[in-house]
């Protein structure tokens, strides 16, 4: 092979392998991923050194927060299996409590000597600082030392925490955690209504609820269905290479420690949500394989759920998350919740912007909500068909008032945007869908499929093996991440849209992106595996 | 004799396949509609007065090459693209409008006395909107020849190609629809000829659809992607008005670094809205149809009405809005769409000889507005640059001049589709007033405006925003003064090596 079609070669075959990879996960455990963390008002944490990996087989050495031994957490939501805090861990635990608690979080510094002394702040709190010697920041703990932070959790919403000492060396090194506040009183309207509606749609499907809670804020407008946390982060592997070099470096007396580590200039080529690069990061929580990675990015979702995204920059750099799909409603910042000022209601209405690409800025925490619904397609998504003998092809779409179809909690066309009801895409009719659309489409052997490719234009298993059969369109389909007899579903990539950074160590695809998939009522997310 | 016999052969099987082959099958095809069952009118070739809620709008159609080509840099290098080209309105994009069309323009065949060329209309100043490619089916009325034959979207692939080939615009053309009109877009993958080792697919994300459907969304990991030799088409009812943007996603840090960006923006129905008519009533009306009204209970809802009632605005004479804002605050008398980009020579050079290519390390030395660096920003008409089949094209045919007649307002719909980092542009003179983000209207939930007035704003790639330059205080912005908009990043003020140049164009009063 000449060396001038390596290009192709590499790029392309690492465009199969890598969906490959992930596929193989999808189809041994599906992986879905919660907000899974540790709860409590105490936490003992340790920072400590281990290696976490990447999906080209890069070992990298790295610091991170974890749970202290001896010291046995409450893992929450608690159906998740396999919950564990190992005593390091990228990004460090979440910890999850609630509006008004007095919290404390004792930090053992469990690092080489040679990196000296560590600490962790939490932006957004008052925090005193107990214990351990005087830093620049706050108070910190000594090599093999101890200090304790205590704070109330003053107000709801996402915060991050990282280190508070040589940050551009210890957060770079992986010394940064998510800290969740909880509202204390949950709005009526979270659990009445279309918010019980779609609790109801949930249980009639078996579906469990993941929720930390039902509302991301004291405010009746940020109830939410389902919540997914994203941590966004890079790693230059020199500035790890030179940290390991250096860690048994024996320098007694210094408490910056004696490491000459060259944070500039940095050159990132690792690009990781939660601390895992694409496809690692949509395999399970608490996978066995990333004993020092526990949490993942692969959210799932049913059209209308309202769906919390909890969303920090963890890294060095902005990055800006473009979600596909819909926008997102920004509820707040670091907790902040963004209201109107003029208005006088007792809850005032919101005033944070809709996006579709939520920059992450160094350190700063967003909530954000997302929903899909299909709503404006012009062409009815579940490809219904008024004369076709499934009864499932059949089913009524009854407009509420906003023009879904809410009434049918247990009907795989919940929240069906009625306005597009048995209205046709396709000129022609393809298999049991019914023609007389706008659109002819082409001859499938003129495409290339996806590996998230539901097999048909249509969502959902029915209409999709309605439409084009049980293999999807050709080539035939029956090892692909969203299988068209089973899943289906819309496919949404969300992604870091400096698109450099959706590569691992060079190699397309990796990095940060995951795939969202907006499943029918017919698939059963389960969010515990 | 015995190659006549082969060639009777080959014919034979030629005719074989193509006769067994439905007519769907075709693999260069074009689609525009003249009615559907969503403007089931037989006209729908302009856009109808605003009179009340539901769908009304018009069809508009478009094509596009995915493929490659050369564009010129600020410094004068002829670089290496991985770019999509106009297919249908030819002209309108050498004048540097959208090539989006209704379907009387987009299927009006062509009539030239000579055949498209290499490079049209750069090459022949021909005159021609339509689809490129476009003839009467003679395959039907069982082949009995062109008499009455139907314009029903085939194609002839010779003009395709020698139009596509070579011909990649930086941005991608431009599109423009109004809101409830139906799109259809055909994207026809011709090939990069100057990479015969790739087989690349093409395909289109509409950056910011509102409730995308997997299947048009473009994701080629999650639909399907295009291969070379074939077309599809796209189908979009007009989401909400605003400044939206597409570009291809394969393989996105290379064919966006390789320049497969365009732009693209939804105008609102606000505008059709009969001039003195109230703007309130209209937006009132809107609540009436539940996919445009704005429920309070709705976490999504993008535009509210305005709190300030009541509200006397009416629909001005000329001009337009960027959304509708049911008071008038979002007016303007002329819009540029803006689109901000970077390129590497390194990765692009690297990109055009056959190499393994590095991301990590990107790093941008052109900074482009519409695919120019100062001074080609501020250069009337298209850029042409020679392509490798030795013929000039119009490589980037939008200039980045914001011309504002004394006294009024310009609407720029700024884009960033850069790969690699975050970039400012900044406004020396005007004030920047930001009334739009991403696509959406800046209002509170209450109904309260948003706008803020600044000097500079930044974005990174997949973000857009709408700001307006109001020059109606004509003393401080006479008729004849110049302004700027530039970069503070200072050292993307440069073109590679040339240390004046990169983000920045002028701002013309006159």
């Not at chain 1, 944490?45 to 974890?66: E, H, K, M, R, V």
């Not at chain 1, 004696?258 to 694409?278: D, L, W």
């Not at chain 2, 692009?348 to 941008?364: C, Q, S």
């Not at chain 2, 007035?453 to 912005?477: H, P, Q, R």
Request: proline share 8%; glycine share 10%.
């Amino acid at each position: 092979m000449r060396a001038t079609n390596m290009k192709n070669t590499i790029s392309k075959a690492m465009l199969h392998l890598a969906p490959m990879a992930a596929v193989a996960w999808l189809l041994t455990a599906t992986a879905y991923a919660a907000a899974p963390g540790i709860t409590g008002t105490t936490f003992n944490l340790t920072a400590q050194p281990a290696f976490i990996s990447q999906p080209d087989g890069t070992a990298i050495y790295s610091w991170g927060y974890g749970c202290s031994t001896g010291f046995a957490p409450t893992f929450t939501p608690g159906n998740i299996p396999n919950a564990a805090c190992p005593t390091m861990q990228v990004p460090g635990p979440t910890l999850i409590v609630t509006e008004g608690q007095s919290v404390s979080v004792t930090l053992t510094n469990g690092l080489p000597a040679a990196a000296g002394n560590t600490s962790i702040l939490f932006p957004g709190f008052n925090v005193t600082a107990t214990g351990g010697t005087t830093g620049l920041l706050t108070q910190e703990a000594a090599p093999g030392g101890s200090v304790t932070y205590t704070f109330t959790a003053s107000s709801p919403g996402t915060r991050a925490y990282y280190s508070g000492t040589q940050g551009d060396l210890q957060v770079e090194m992986g010394l940064y955690g998510a800290i969740i506040v909880l509202p204390a009183s949950v709005p009526s309207e979270c659990n009445s209504g279309l918010a019980s509606a779609n609790l109801a749609a949930k249980a009639a499907w078996g579906e469990s609820d993941y929720r930390l809670a039902h509302a991301a804020y004291d405010h009746p407008r940020t109830c939410y269905d389902r919540e997914y946390l994203f941590q966004f982060s890079e790693i230059d592997p020199i500035i790890h290479t030179q940290a390991f070099a250096q860690s048994t470096k024996v320098c007694p007396g210094s408490s910056s420690g004696c490491m000459q580590v060259a944070t500039e200039p940095y050159h990132p080529a690792y690009f990781m949500i939660n601390g895992r690069s694409m496809p690692d990061d949509m395999d399970t929580n608490y996978a066995t394989q990333y004993p020092h990675q526990p949490y993942n990015g692969n959210p799932h979702m049913h059209p209308g759920e309202q769906v919390l995204l909890r969303i920090i920059g963890q890294g060095r750099w902005q990055h800006p998350f473009h979600e596909h799909g819909n926008h997102v409603r920004i509820l707040g910042r670091d907790g902040n919740l963004i209201l109107s000022t003029s208005d006088s209601a007792t809850t005032p209405a919101l005033a944070g912007p809709l996006l579709f690409t939520t920059t992450t800025t160094p350190g700063q925490a967003m909530d954000g909500i997302f929903y899909w619904t299909g709503k404006g397609l012009n062409w009815d998504a579940y490809g219904h068909n008024p004369s076709s003998a499934d009864s499932s092809a059949k089913l009524p779409c009854t407009p509420d008032a906003n023009g879904y179809n809410t009434s049918a909690p247990t009907a795989i066309n919940y929240y069906e945007w009625c306005q597009d009801h048995n209205k046709p895409m396709q000129a022609t009719p393809l298999g049991d869908v019914a023609g007389g659309g706008p659109v002819t489409l082409p001859d499938p052997n003129i495409f290339a499929n996806g590996a998230w490719f539901g097999g048909s234009p249509y969502l959902g298993p029915n209409a999709t093996v309605r439409a084009v059969g049980s293999t999807g369109t050709t080539p035939p389909s029956g090892t692909i991440a969203n299988s068209p007899t089973d899943e289906a579903g819309f496919a949404f990539m969300w992604h870091s849209h400096n698109e450099r950074e959706i590569t691992t160590n060079n190699v397309f695809p990796g990095g940060m992106l995951m795939m969202m998939l907006v499943d029918s009522r017919e698939f059963v997310i389960d969010e515990s595996n | 004799m015995t190659s006549r016999k082969l060639d009777t052969l080959w014919f034979l099987v030629v005719l074989v396949c193509v006769t067994a082959l439905p007519a769907t099958a075709q693999s260069f095809m074009v689609q525009c509609p003249t009615s559907t069952i969503t403007h089931p009118a037989p006209n729908n070739n302009s856009e109808p007065a605003y009179t009340g809620p539901g769908v009304n709008g018009a069809i508009k159609c478009q094509q596009i090459s995915g493929g490659d080509g050369y564009a010129t840099m600020g410094d004068g290098t002829q670089t290496y693209l991985f770019a999509f080209g106009p297919l249908s309105g030819l002209y309108d994009i050498a004048q540097g409008k959208p090539g989006t069309q209704f379907p009387s323009v987009f299927n009006s065949l062509y009539t030239g006395a000579t055949p498209l060329q290499p490079g049209d209309p750069a090459t022949t100043g021909t005159i021609y909107n339509g689809a490129v490619g476009l003839i009467p089916n003679l395959d039907a009325n069982n082949g009995s020849g062109t008499a009455g034959a139907p314009v029903d979207g085939h194609v002839d692939p010779r003009p395709i190609m020698d139009v596509g080939v070579m011909n990649g615009n930086l941005p991608a053309p431009l599109m423009a629809i109004d809101e409830d009109d139906e799109f259809f877009l055909t994207l026809t993958n011709v090939g990069q000829i100057m990479r015969p080792d790739l087989f690349e697919q093409h395909t289109v994300h509409f950056h910011g659809y509102p409730n995308a459907s997997a299947f048009y969304d473009g994701v080629p990991d999650a639909s399907v992607a295009i291969n070379i030799g074939g077309s599809f088409t796209y189908y979009y009812l007009a989401p909400d008005a605003g400044t939206y943007f597409w570009h291809c996603h394969i393989t996105p840090p290379e064919h966006l670094q390789m320049g497969m960006v365009g732009q693209m923006y939804v105008r609102p129905r606000q505008n059709r809205v009969p001039i003195g008519n109230s703007l309130y009533s209209a937006l009132s009306a809107q609540q009436g149809d539940p996919r445009t009204k704005c429920d309070s209970a709705d976490i999504l809802c993008s535009n509210p009405l305005p709190l300030t009632t009541p509200n006397t605005a009416t629909r001005a004479a000329g001009g337009g809005y960027a959304y509708n804002d049911g008071d008038g605050s979002t007016y303007y008398n002329v819009e540029y769409p803006i689109q901000i980009h970077g390129f590497d020579p390194n990765f692009h050079f690297v990109g055009m000889t056959f190499n393994p290519e590095g991301f990590a390390d990107m790093k941008d030395k052109h900074f482009l507005l519409n695919g120019r660096s100062y001074p080609d920003t501020v250069t009337e008409g298209p850029l042409q640059t020679q392509s490798a089949d030795g013929v000039n094209h119009y490589s980037q045919p939008l200039p980045s001049i914001i011309n504002i007649p004394a006294g009024g307002k310009a609407l720029l719909r700024i884009s960033d589709l850069d790969t690699t980092e975050y970039q400012t542009l900044a406004s020396l003179g005007i004030p920047m007033n930001v009334i739009g983000i991403n696509a959406k209207l800046l209002r509170d939930q209450a109904g309260n405006n948003l706008n803020y007035n600044t000097n500079s704003i930044t974005l990174a790639g997949g973000e857009s925003l709408d700001v307006i330059l109001d020059a109606s205080d004509t003393t401080k912005y006479p008729s004849g003064s110049v302004f700027y908009l530039y970069t503070p990043n200072l050292d993307h003020l440069s073109n590679d090596a040339e240390n004046f140049g990169g983000l920045m164009t002028e701002v013309r009063i006159n």
